[in-house]
């Protein structure tokens, strides 16, 4: 239950302005080093991310976070920015608190872990923790002005006026915002004179536009398996996982996670039939004399339906393979191998799962998220510029950033 409303002006030694991950998680590790915490949060229920993330299982970690290598799983202006951070709070150490806590978790595939029951277990324990560590909960309460005197802080809340040591905003993104996302850590990183990378939605599906993908929209629903590239060559970017179609365009964990690196007017570049010679093995068809129609043997080595629908792009290749030409065969196992295609865009905020950008991490300490420029004053969790990857990265970095800012209140 929140706390009653103060009456007056409050003294806590730090107040964490959104009760997420990394503001929960910060809110208990400081709270239990023997910091008097003060924990706001708009919203209705805290966590609201953690709840629906990982279909519901909360991916919390992932085990292949390797922290000397930061840029290998995350982005951001300066991706070894969080390397500080992630090195002293790494993913044994979250796995360690959940195993204390008695919460039953699996391995998926590429090292993520989850858990076997529900996210709720997750905002439990995060809940648990800020108990034991004696934090003063305000819910919902907004924050309508933040001042800074020389001595400290006085946060104007719908609740009253609060003082305060310190300041750190854990507000995160600007995705999903019916459920509580705003730009309010941006806003307060402006107000003190803080940079701000240009916020992007990322992990997000894209968009194509509608005449050119309308003979793909009839694909809606279908999963396989591809390798998706995005960039130049000095620069390429590319992913072995799952591609989904969707009525208005490619979702699945490919798409996700080539959707941060993705830059507005260039192309994706995607194998759908991964390791497979599909040229070689139409041509040798052809010289079986194979009277099946080109789609039925293409079926072999992709989905029916997208081979189905891949045929009518060319009346070349609606014919029986022993009838084709060897061209024909050729280029659309090139097609096939090397499909190029430019999104118009991305379902934006309503559907990505974090914001890329943020605010700038030149302005921050990496040892202690402090601004550099603004004592006291911390930023933590997705509101900072770094984005990780699919699969768990962005929650470590939430616990990371959490407990480095933990220590230094
Ligand atoms: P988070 O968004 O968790 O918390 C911010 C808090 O601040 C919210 O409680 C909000 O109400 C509050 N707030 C915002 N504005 C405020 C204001 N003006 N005043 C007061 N409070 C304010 N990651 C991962 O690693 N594994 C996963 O399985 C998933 N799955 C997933 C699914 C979906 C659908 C989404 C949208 C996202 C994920 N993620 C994920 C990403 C992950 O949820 C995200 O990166 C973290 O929750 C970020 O933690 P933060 O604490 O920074 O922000």
């Not at 000095?234 to 959707?259: C, M, N, W």
């Not at 090397?338 to 905020?349: D, H, K, Q």
């Not at 943020?358 to 601004?371: C, I, K, N």
Request: proline content about 6%.
């Amino acid at each position: 239950m929140p706390d009653a409303p103060s009456p007056d002006l409050s003294p806590f030694d730090a107040v964490v302005i959104g009760a997420g991950a990394a503001g929960l998680f910060c809110a208990g590790q400081a709270g239990q080093l023997g910091v008097k915490v003060l924990l706001v949060d708009h919203a209705e229920k805290v966590a609201e991310k953690i709840r629906i993330s990982g279909g519901g299982r909360c991916n919390f970690t992932n085990r292949d976070l390797d922290p000397r290598a930061p840029h290998k799983h995350f982005l951001g202006d300066n991706p070894h920015f969080c390397r500080s951070a992630l090195a002293r709070y790494t993913p044994a150490d979250f796995l360690a608190l959940v195993q204390k806590h008695g919460i039953p978790f699996h391995e998926k595939h590429k090292g993520q872990l989850f858990g076997d029951e529900s996210s709720d277990d997750f905002i439990r324990m995060l809940l648990a923790e800020c108990e034991a560590g004696g934090v003063t909960h305000w819910q919902p309460c907004s924050v309508s002005a933040i001042a800074h005197d020389g001595e400290g802080y006085t946060l104007q809340t719908s609740r009253g006026a609060v003082r305060t040591r310190a300041v750190v905003i854990a507000t995160g993104g600007l995705s999903i915002p019916k459920i509580g996302a705003t730009d309010f850590g941006h806003r307060i990183a402006q107000q003190f004179g803080l940079r701000v990378v240009a916020p992007r939605p990322a992990l997000v599906p894209l968009t194509f536009d509608g005449a050119a993908w309308a003979p793909f929209a009839q694909l809606a629903g279908l999963a396989l398996p591809v390798r998706i590239e995005t960039g130049t060559k000095k620069e390429r970017v590319a992913f072995d996982e799952d591609l989904l179609f969707t009525h208005r365009g490619l979702s699945g964990p490919a798409v996700l996670q080539i959707s941060s690196y993705w830059k507005e007017g260039t192309p994706l570049r995607i194998d759908l039939a991964p390791g497979q010679d599909l040229a070689g093995e139409l041509l040798a068809a052809k010289a079986r004399g194979s009277r099946k129609l080109i789609a039925n043997e293409l079926a072999q080595w992709v989905p029916s339906r997208l081979a189905d629908a891949w045929v009518q792009q060319d009346a070349a290749w609606q014919r029986p393979v022993n009838e084709a030409s060897d061209k024909a065969l050729q280029q659309l196992a090139a097609r096939l191998s090397a499909w190029e295609l430019v999104p118009t865009g991305s379902e934006g905020y309503r559907k990505a799962e974090v914001t890329a950008g943020g605010v700038d991490t030149r302005e921050l300490s990496s040892q202690t998220l402090e601004a550099t420029k603004q004592p006291r004053l911390y930023f933590i969790g997705e509101v900072v510029d770094v984005t990780g990857w699919l699969g768990g990265y962005n929650f470590q970095w939430a616990w990371a950033s959490g407990h480095a800012c933990a220590q230094a209140l």
